[in-house]
């Protein structure tokens, strides 16, 4: 069974530096979803992605958060000038369409723990 | 605005007893409800849908959920659970995208 998988499943950072969580998709599908799991915490939508551009973003994801899909096959989350609240599981996922029925597939995450 | 409630942060049952995690939603439309399960360093596994139809709903693994309009749950059921079913279990509401509740973790002893 297709299935979205992300890269690293652990980083490592310190503190102000730019991270690259990334991802990929299954290959037909075109939605694409960033969510993240603060520690103890539930999982909180980040950012949508679709034809190339952000459909709709949380309040988390503020100017030091991007999105991008730089070839046909990867989805990339960049975070810049980290800091230590960022410390969380990042999850990506992938929808086929964009209603609501449509599930959306997760990937195994990656945690991201900032020094 | 819409939210999900599991109030149930912790359960514990014994293998092969039954189970019933619980899941109340906030929504004014009709609500698409979807349980996730997510293993000890993995991702989030989709277990089950509802978006219309038939309100019991059955899912991977042996899991089944019942959609309750008039209490606005829509609790999730196994009838034996397994020690494999360890896990966090979350419960969603789909708008055009998922929000989540904050899970429950299932704890099964031998």
């Known amino acids: 069974e297709p299935e979205v998988t992300q890269t690293p499943s652990h980083q490592v950072t310190q503190m102000g530096q730019e991270v690259i969580l990334r991802c990929v998709p299954i290959?037909?599908?075109?939605?694409f979803y960033w969510y993240r799991q603060i520690l103890g915490q539930k999982v909180e939508f980040l950012v949508s992605?679709?034809?190339?551009?952000?459909?709709?973003k949380s309040e988390i994801f503020d100017d030091q958060f991007s999105v991008e899909r730089p070839d046909g096959s990867n989805f990339t989350l960049k975070i810049r000038s980290t800091k230590l609240e960022d410390s969380a599981m990042y999850f990506c996922?992938?929808?086929?369409?964009?209603?609501?029925?449509?599930?959306?597939?997760f990937g195994d995450g990656t945690r991201l723990s900032i020094l | 605005a819409q939210s999900v409630t599991q109030p149930d942060i912790h359960i514990t049952v014994s293998e092969g007893a039954s189970l019933e995690l619980r899941c109340n939603y906030s929504?004014?439309?009709?609500?698409?409800l979807f349980w996730y399960v997510q293993s000890p360093g993995q991702g989030l596994q989709l277990l089950l849908k509802?978006?219309?139809?038939?309100?019991l709903v059955q899912g991977i693994k042996g899991f089944e959920a019942e959609f309750k309009r008039s209490q606005s749950s829509f609790n999730l059921r196994k009838p034996s659970v397994h020690w494999s079913d360890a896990a966090e279990y979350f419960c969603?509401?789909?708008?055009?995208?998922?929000?989540f509740g904050t899970g429950t973790r299932l704890q099964v002893f031998p």
């Open positions: 996922a992938s929808s086929e369409g964009g209603a609501r029925g449509q599930p959306q597939h």
């Open positions: 290959s037909n599908h075109l939605y």
């Open positions: 992605f679709y034809n190339n551009e952000i459909s709709e």
């Open positions: 929504y004014g439309a009709t609500p698409y």
């Open positions: 509802y978006f219309s139809g038939d309100t």
């Open positions: 969603a509401v789909k708008t055009d995208k998922l929000i």
